[in-house]
């Protein structure tokens, strides 16, 4: 043994076991970072905090819930959008397109994936807004009778960020979703093309199904990505911490006030009640992202087998 | 409904021949949309911003509101040093522990530092910016420090992850013929198996440097912001995203033209790295494994 630590080879292993070490102790120290500096706020509000909507930094009270609204609303109609589109292109990329096609295709879609957010952002601003006020006042002719579409629109809106996310999810969905129907066994279409089934039925009504578990995992994975994404959301949301029922009206997201009121914040409570936001941010997409490792891993299993 | 249609002889009845062609030809349309939308980013921001990128550009400080021209010269340095510290922090803390899950490491210990990795990855960017803030910013304040941590942080599940990954591509036998001769493990790991990787190394972290240098969120309370030139690492310093995110939302027009060009550059960085890195790695694997 000292011969081996002497000659050098246990201690390379050691300093790569620290290295896998350090990054346990790293998260370990990231989750408690969260926790004790949300401290102050989680004493003085305690639930209530993710309850109420009242956000006065100059009284000193802090209530998350309009965060939390637009949050999910922003992430709900990001999705709303990018799962049609998303399950729609990966059926494309597994099912129909020639292989080189396919691999070209999913290429370029993963370039998309890797665009920064700021320049969707930008591209937010200055393309999808002025487009939306231009398209929006016809739509609402239609259906502005629905309460989800009531009251005036001014550009930044839940819409517009919700649209701008599913821009920036449905790459995930794809290329996540394309490789797990690929992993769907040969002899399952043979067998429904034989039985006389189209090639669309033997996709949805075969194909698919199979691999629910794992679209539903590239889902979750999308969801976690909404749910965390900043700068895009903030350059196209409105800021306006208010719950509105209307699509249509400004909002505001947990990512876009802790990037906008940070630097500004100078009480302890205003920062920790930040932070507080950052901690149910960081949970929300943990338990998101630990189901779609499952869901995802159940599927690759089962079709392995 | 469905037994009916099966009941039609002499092959397929209409409606089920029209949703089929309708249903397989809208996947086909969603595809080609999404990958449209790569290339209309692209375009646009060539158009707004290809003709906005001059010497000044590059070579000049920012201006102050209603005087035009000027650059981003302070800026882009800022993203470089940034970027530098972050690759010092992020790349060796994966690259060793990539090493230890490939090379050393049981099953069970392996397992739990690939999930806790995982869960880091998943972690929202602002969030990791929070983090950064809380360790560094109490301390020495903002700065280039500060932000390097965070995005050097963001690094560490990427580089991991690829490492193991390369790795775990190279046969055993290369492993087995090294130590066949008498090489200790350390020694067949770092003169065999890390050379016989190293294309896939390399294409790896310069991805995870892609992904990072267009972060924006992190920096915003960690790095700051800076109209000046940011001397050392304890000083604020503007980047790059940052920089564009501040004159994207600003009301001057010769500011968003300013932010176009940087989007501009920022994301013809990133499209050209990737497409680098992946053709790389796909060249590299077919003469190898496949």
Known sequence: MLRRVLSGDGLAQFIVFLSATAILALTALLVWELWSHSGPSRAKFGFDFLRTSTWDPVAGVFGALPYIYGTVVTSAVALLIAIPFGVGAAIFLAELAPPRLSDAMTFLIELLAAVPSVIFGLMGIFVLLPLLLKVIPGFKDAAGFLPIFSGPFYGPSLLSAGI??????????????????????????????????????????????????????SVFLALARALGETMAVTMVVGNTPKIAASLLAPGYSIAAVIANEFVEATTDLHISSLIELGLVLFGLTIVLNGAARLLILATSGRASR | MRAAAFQTAGGLSFRRRAVNVFMLGLTGVFTVLAVSILFFV??????????????????????????????????????????????????????????????????????????????????????????????????????????????????????????EEFLKSVPVSLREGAMALGATKSRTILTVVVPAAIRGLISGMMLNLARVAGETAPLLFTALGNQFWSQGWRQPTATLPAMIYEYAKSPYEDWHRQAWAAGFMLLALVLLVNVTARSIIAGGLSHKTR
């Open chain 1, 164 to 217: 701008v996310l599913s821009i920036m999810v449905a790459p995930f969905i794809i290329s996540v979703s394309r490789e797990v129907l690929l992993a769907v066994p040969k002899d399952l279409r043979e067998a429904a093309l034989a039985l006389g089934a189209t090639r669309w039925e033997t996709t949805w009504d075969i194909v698919v199904p199979f691999a629910r578990r794992g679209i539903m995992g």
């Open chain 2, 42 to 163: 692209l375009g646009y921001l060539f158009v707004q911003g290809g003709f906005s990128l001059n010497w000044n550009f590059f070579t000049k400080l920012p201006v102050p509101v209603g005087e035009t021209g000027g650059g981003m010269a302070n800026a882009l340095v800022g993203s470089a040093k940034v970027l530098l510290l972050a690759t010092c922090i992020g790349v060796p803390i994966g690259f060793l522990a990539g090493i230890h899950l490939a090379e050393y490491s049981g099953a069970g210990y392996a397992s739990v530092i690939r999930f806790v990795t995982d869960l880091l990855n998943g972690v929202p960017s602002i969030v990791i910016g929070i983090f950064a803030y809380a360790l560094i910013v109490t301390r020495i304040g903002f700065s280039t420090l500060a932000g390097g941590v965070a995005l050097g942080v963001m690094m560490i599940p990427i580089a991991l992850r690829s490492t």
